[in-house]
C-alpha cells in the first residue's frame, strides 16, 4: 500500500542503484525499513554545491526523508544523512561484485511501497558482514536461501517434494528438481520422468547447514570447495531463474569473482588453446 501524495516520509533505507538523470540530477533506488522498494528523484545532486554530497552512494544505510508522490513512484528526496557507509566495499572487489549482485536482486523483486523488515535485514545483515570480511560463495548461497524463504520459495530439503517421503540423514545420493523447488527421491526421478539436478549428500550438508543459521557469520564458516560452489551454484541458480523469472547476470558475474583465485586463472590459460580447436 502506498503511502497518500505529497506527504513526508522519514525510514532507514539502503542504496541499491544510483542513476543519473538529466543534466545534474539523480534517480536513487532504495530499499527501506518501512516501504519496501522505493525510488527518489534528488535534483541538483552532482552540482559542486548539492547538500546531497557524499550523503548516499552505493551500499550505504542512510536515514532518508521524502516526500511522497503518488505520480510514477518517483518520490521526491528531502533530506539524506548516511548511518553506515560501509568503505570497504569501494576497496574489496570480491565484497562489491557480491554487495552488487545482493543489491540487484533486492531492486529487482521485492515489491514497491510494500514493507519488507525481514528482507531488509537481511540485506543489511549481508552488506554490514561483508564490509568488514572478504564475501565467498557461502555468503552469496546463504542470503539467497534466505531471500527465497522469505519470498515463500523456501527450498524443501527434508523430504521428496514429489511423494513426500523423508530424505534419511544421510541419503547417499539424491537430486534437485528446480521446478519442484526442493530434493526428489530416486523412485520419483525414474517413475515420474523427471530430469532433476543429480546432488549428493556432501551438497545437501552444505544447504541444510546454511538453512539452519540465521547468522551471517555462521553461513561465512560453513565453507564449500569449488567444485561444490559449481553444483551449488547449478542448485540455487536454476531455483532463482526458475520461480523469479530473472536475467540472473549480476549472479554470474558476483560468483565468479567469488570463486576466482589465480590458480583458476592458469587452470583456464593452460585449457584455453585445446578448448578453441
Ligand atoms: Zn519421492
Redesign the pocket.
Known amino acids: 500500500m502506498h503511502p497518500p501524495a505529497n506527504q513526508i516520509e522519514k525510514t532507514r533505507a539502503i542504496v541499491l542503484r544510483v542513476i543519473p538523470y538529466s543534466q545534474t540530477s539523480h534517480i536513487v533506488n532504495w530499499l527501506t525499513a518501512n516501504s519496501g522498494t522505493l525510488a527518489t528523484l534528488v535534483k541538483g545532486a552532482s552540482r559542486p554545491k548539492s547538500a546531497y554530497l557524499g550523503q548516499y552512494d552505493l551500499f550505504y544505510t542512510c536515514e532518508l526523508l521524502y516526500y511522497t508522490r503518488a505520480r510514477n513512484h518517483l518520490h521526491m528526496i528531502r533530506e539524506c544523512s548516511p548511518i553506515h557507509a560501509r568503505p570497504q566495499l569501494r576497496v574489496e572487489w570480491r565484497s562489491a561484485a557480491c554487495a552488487s549482485y545482493c543489491c540487484d536482486l533486492a531492486r529487482r523483486t521485492i515489491p514497491q511501497g510494500v514493507p519488507q523488515r525481514p528482507l531488509y535485514a537481511l540485506l543489511e545483515s549481508v552488506l554490514e558482514l561483508i564490509a568488514h570480511r572478504v564475501a565467498t560463495p557461502s555468503i552469496l548461497f546463504w542470503y539467497e536461501l534466505r531471500f527465497l524463504e522469505q519470498m515463500g520459495l523456501w527450498p524443501r530439503l527434508d523430504s ?1 517434494v ?4 523423508t530424505v534419511p540423514a544421510n541419503p547417499g545420493s539424491l537430486s534437485f528438481d528446480t521446478a519442484g523447488g526442493g530434493v ?2 530416486k ?2 526421478v525414474r517413475s515420474r520422468a523427471l530430469t532433476p539436478i543429480g546432488m549428493g549428500a556432501d551438497i545437501l550438508a552444505l544447504l541444510r547447514a546454511w538453512q539452519g543459521t540465521e547468522d551471517p557469520k555462521a553461513a561465512l564458516r560453513v565453507r564449500c570447495s569449488d567444485g561444490q560452489a559449481r553444483q551449488i551454484d547449478q542448485i540455487l541458480g536454476g531455483t532463482m531463474t526458475y520461480h523469479l523469472d530473472l536475467e540472473m547476470a549480476a549472479r554470474r558475474i558476483a560468483l565468479r569473482m567469488l570463486t576466482f583465485t589465480p590458480q583458476t586463472l592458469n587452470r583456464k590459460r593452460q585449457t584455453s588453446p585445446s578448448s578453441t580447436v
Request: hydrophobic share 20%.
Open positions: 521428496c514429489s511423494c513426500g517421503r526428489v527421491c523412485a520419483c
